[in-house]
């Protein structure tokens, strides 16, 4: 990617010195940059271009240019982008419009530029952009005129109109940017290539994002999820929609809408979502000007009740209150501040306020370690002049540890004084509610952090799954043509994989449902069985507490006269009996729905008749953890309730989490499942039990679990192996449930060992440290970790990883083996498992830095066919194996 920002060659294709043309505008934001290249004019004539040497065509250039932008009609764009491959250029930008966009013609030239380029290695960004602007390298390879000054934020932008309309404020706020990138169409070159870019980039500490769409979702969530560990990633989702949910069979398909699904998968990825431009707009100038808050306790300073109690309000509405006020901030308000001031938070200064009192109190808030933020809202006062209270803040807020900000509340008579705090990098906000709300979205990334980093427990025994009778059970509904299973069927499916049923037996006639009841304890549940009448209650095909035979023939004949009221033409197998569970402690809704975008979706919320209008729900997505479920349920209003509530005694929560993982792991086994509902779960004296299900299959090709957005837990890599000295050992990818074991290998480890590893001193692990080795995107990271599981209980023994760089070609190695067990084989079988696998995806280089005195890692290196060399310190070495080549 660097192609694109820091290029060491530029053509220009479709140039011409027409004043205000997209060509000249380029050439002439270049040139500011103090660039120079070559061109491929509209005019043949030309021979150069404001210094740019002309040419009839990109191969005609002797020495190929690293980066390409094209301004030409649409239409030219495939032959040119032949060139460009001909050529030996990296990057292409393609500014012109009318692709897909413009409907199926321009959708054709698309497929048609990508045909140009497949298999070249030269990347696009485009079509329809407005280009790339790079502020640190003088880089401005838009037409868009000037260049933003430089800052820490890169941006990226679905939207021209977005992009250049976000410039346009950042010049008036003083908000600078390390990247600015229009990303148009996305053809190549999308939101995932970019997060992984930035990601990698010292000098971005957030990014921006303005997104309508997602080409490559799963690209996407695993680069999001990497990066958003170690910088915050804002996205403003526009193109909110139900379309999705109008054609849906079940509750769960109502429920789960488009944009219920982005911000499922946001939440999932770490990243801190906005509902609006202005608010994007707040959110990147405080991560820009401001570091990042460690907690959500603000201070309020202000010299108006008003402002201050409008702050506050706006905490109270995130369920939050301003920071509690220390005893030493209080003493020492308590002498600048007259004696019937409020001494609470906010803090008011009172409207007489002199500019000394502003000064001292500002000064008093921003020397307090008990504070995360610290707002100061000024009200305008004849007595006190804004200007000098903005140039007293100005001087304070130097290298604070904290987010400082302020509200100016006025118009032209605050403009100087805003101006200045601009200047100082003091984000500036018209509202105290516009200002609260930036600081608690940069809150909610620390909150995200906090979350990412916690290790899930494990449940107490392992789970086991009856894949074979599911298998059989969906391959026998296609080879009779059946997509909507009945109630028996999709039960049948649930109990396979252990999630709790009660007894269901189908009866076609009234006759066979007494002769069927007799055998079951009464009182009994009929229901309707038809594949055309989804929601059963609708045409009253649910009939309760059923005692003896006439309930069961009245019932039966209710149920048929319903069901052809309701729908003349329905199909009707006959009617289920089930056991009869009254009053129920909760009724509950779980199932799961395919999404276009991001696969199975899973739901958890309030079920029953009412689901719908309740709408109480929590969306996740898969796989699940015990961790990730329990914050699914966290999300719904029934959650207090589930939990025991006066004479409704608590759920079982733990049966809660395991049912919601038990769920997880069927629709990542069987992508046919498209739908199911389960509705209403009943719990009863804590448990749970699947009284009504409903499944939906469709045929589908992928059976590799390509239909998952986060790569799930690849089970079928254990196995149990020897080491070359025979020692037992159980291989296995890593899974977070394993923080524990890994904190008992660090625990292992002499001084020395651990320096070898960490190449430093480090004598705990931090959550956040933890997580990272433990909690791995099993897409870009292979990880094996070698136990004992001889006595039942696992101990780990060492652990090997190989972490991906983005293009997928090359890797990092690392090796950490526990003191007592070294020397044994361990390492090596580990990194052979994990240089396999990295094989098998393509891989083409492993790498791995070594300290010198690390002997056994570069004799094990070079056993295993690295290749070692002196590093770029004198005290490390290199270690490196091309696996085109190597014999593994």
Known sequence: MEQFFNPKSIAVIGANDKPNSIGSALIDNLIQGGYSGTIVP???????IHGFKAFGAITEVENAPELAIIATPIATTPEIVRQCVRAGVLGVIIISAGGKELGEAGSLIEEQIQGAAEGSGMRIIGPNCLGVIRPGKNLNASFIPGMPAVGNVGFISQSGAIGTATLDRSAKENTGFSHFVSIGSMLDVDFGDMIDYLGNDGSVKSILIYMENLTNPRKFMSAARAVSRIKPIIVLKAGKS???ARAATTHIGAMAGEDAVYDAAFKRAGIVRVPSLARMFDCAE????????????????????GPGIMAADTLAEYNLDPAPLPEDITSQLDGILPSYWSRTNPIDILGNATLERFSKAMEICLSSKEFDGVLIIMVSEPHIKPKEVAEALAKLVKRKRFPVFACWMGGKQMAEAVDILNQANIPTYETPERAVRAFLYMVEYTKNLELLSQAP???????????????RTIYECFEQETELLSEIQSKEILAAYGIPVNETLLAASADEAVTLAAEMEMPLVMKLVSPDISHKSDAGGVQLDLRNEDDLRQAFERIMNGAKEYNPEARITGVSLQPYIANPDFELLIGSKTDENFGPVLCFGSGGVFAEVLDDKALGLPPLNRLLARRMMEETRILPLLKGYRSHPPADLEKLEELLMRLSQLVIDFPEIVELDINPVLVKNGQPSAVDARIKLARVEDTAK?????????QHLERHDFTDMQMPLFIRPIKPEDAPLFVELFNSLTPTSIYYRFFTVVKTLSPETLARFTQVDYDREISFVGLDDSEGEERMLGVANIVGEPDGKRGEFSVLIGDPWQGKGIGAKLLLQCLGIAKER????????????????????KKLGFTVKQGQEPSEYKLTIDLKTAKL
């Open 842 to 861: 393509g891989m083409e280089i492993v790498w791995g830095t070594v300290l010198a005195e690390n002997s056994y890692m570069i004799a094990l290196g």
């Open 42 to 48: 509209v005019n043949p004539n030309y021979e150069t």
């Open 706 to 714: 390509l239909h998952l957005v986060i790569s799930p837990y690849p």
């Open 457 to 471: 427990p494990k449940l107490p025994t392992e789970l086991y799954f009856n894949r074979d009778q599911v298998f």
């Open 242 to 244: 139900l379309a999705g």
């Open 286 to 305: 405080l991560m820009a000007k401001q570091p990042r808050p460690a907690g959500s306790r603000l201070a309020i300073l202000t010299n108006g009740g």
